[in-house]
């Protein structure tokens, strides 16, 4: 059946870059999405990647799509405390797959 | 937009008990998913409604759940005799007609946490 795969956790120093990474199964999905959750919070859509795209750059964010690998990227530049969150990759149309999320915990 | 908004935010139950559980979605938004999500764990899909029908239902949805949406507009999750395996969040996300933008972003609400004693 279709997964989502991420790793859990990612600790980074306030300031450097974090890159959290995903793999996908279902290739026929037309965006591919990053969700954030803070504790207790429901899901704040980060950004999404259109299928067609192998990169997608918004303020200090940048979305890398390898089709080929069905592997996904986010990439959040200058990495702030506020950044601390569980990150989801999910992928789907109508349902949407979620990987576990990867917890960020940045640090000064 | 005022968002997606759910109720309660937090239900303690004990097992056996019913619950329900509303979702407002944000307005003209007509499709809307119920998903639920367990400790450490993504959301997992449950069901969804374009306006009034129930057009999937997921094998996680026994028969003990049921979800409404009469109207087209809010929508309803019932859990009967409750269970101490069905604690999660119960996440509630909707779509406008024709996607934002041209896609099909789900917007989600702040989910209502279930604690089955």
């Known amino acids: 059946g279709e997964d989502v795969e991420q790793s859990l956790f990612l600790s980074v120093r306030e300031g450097d870059s974090s890159v959290i990474n995903c793999t996908y199964t279902?290739?026929?999905?037309?965006?591919l999405y990053w969700y954030k959750q803070e504790p207790g919070a429901g899901l704040q859509l980060l950004t999404y990647?259109?299928?067609?795209?192998d990169m997608k750059q918004d303020q200090r964010l940048t979305v890398l799509l390898n089709k080929k690998d069905k592997h996904l990227s986010l990439r959040i530049a200058d990495t702030q405390t506020g950044d601390s969150a569980i990150y989801f990759c999910?992928?789907?149309?109508?349902?949407?797959?979620f990987g576990a999320g990867t917890r960020l915990a940045v640090h000064p | 937009d005022t968002g997606v908004s759910q109720d309660p935010r937090h239900k303690i139950t004990k097992r056996g008990q019913n619950v329900t559980f509303r979702c407002d979605p944000i307005?003209?938004?007509?499709?809307l998913y119920w998903y639920r999500q367990t400790l450490g764990q993504g959301p997992e899909f449950l069901t969804y409604?374009?306006?009034?029908?129930?057009?999937?239902k997921s094998r996680l949805l026994s028969d003990r759940f049921s979800a409404e949406r009469p109207k087209g507009s809010f929508s309803t999750l019932e859990i009967q005799r409750t269970e101490q395996g069905d604690s999660a969040m119960y996440l509630c996300?909707?779509?406008?007609?024709?996607?934002?933008?041209?896609?099909?972003?789900?917007?989600f609400g702040p989910g209502t946490r279930l604690t089955v004693l």
């Open positions: 409604f374009q306006n009034e029908a129930q057009l999937e």
């Open positions: 279902d290739s026929s999905s037309t965006y």
């Open positions: 990647i259109f299928s067609n795209m």
């Open positions: 307005s003209e938004h007509n499709r």
């Open positions: 999910a992928d789907g149309y109508n349902k949407l797959i």
């Open positions: 996300a909707s779509i406008p007609p024709g996607g934002r933008d041209g896609t099909d972003t789900q917007y």
